[in-house]
């Protein structure tokens, strides 16, 4: 069967993505029916597993939420926040985090893969690189 151009007229195809065959073929970091939603949604909500900081370890959950302007951003609990680099790669780059007085410049990595985050970061210019916040998590299924 032949599909026509009229297939596409019907879309609205959106963030650089094109249409073809009737479908919407998404622009990097975009996903849904026309494209128009970020692909971070996928990965907002509980991790639950074990957090490392301030010399301190226990097991806890780690809320993790998507950012609404940036599609590649996540936002950290802590009030960091992450970009994929791919679909699995997370990077922490250079941003200002306060924890009680103290304000001081982060950076980091982590990755997402099968529902597991693993994320750490430290203070930048710290030669030793004294890891401030380190976790890694199993996504929590919340029922409805």
């Keep these: ?10 879309l609205n195809c959106q963030n650089d993505s094109y249409c073809q065959q009737g479908e919407c073929f998404c622009g990097k970091w975009y996903s849904g029916e026309d494209c128009s939603l970020f692909f971070t949604r996928n990965y907002s909500g509980k991790y639950y597993g074990n957090i490392d ?3 301190r370890s226990f097991a806890d959950t780690l809320r993790i939420d998507a950012d609404t302007e940036i599609p590649n951003r996540l936002i950290l609990e802590t009030g960091v926040y992450a970009e994929f680099e791919n679909d699995s790669q997370l990077i922490i780059p250079t941003q200002l985090y306060t ?16 529902e ?29």
């Design 53 to 55: 900081s301030a010399n």
């Design 116 to 144: 597991i985050l693993t994320i750490q970061y430290s203070n930048q210019y710290e030669a030793t690189r004294i890891i401030l916040f380190q976790f890694e998590g199993k996504r929590v299924v919340e029922s409805n």
């Design 1 to 10: 069967m032949m599909s026509s151009c009229n297939d596409c007229r019907k």
């Design 99 to 114: 924890k009680q007085s103290d304000t001081i410049p982060v950076i980091g990595f982590g990755q997402i893969r099968n």
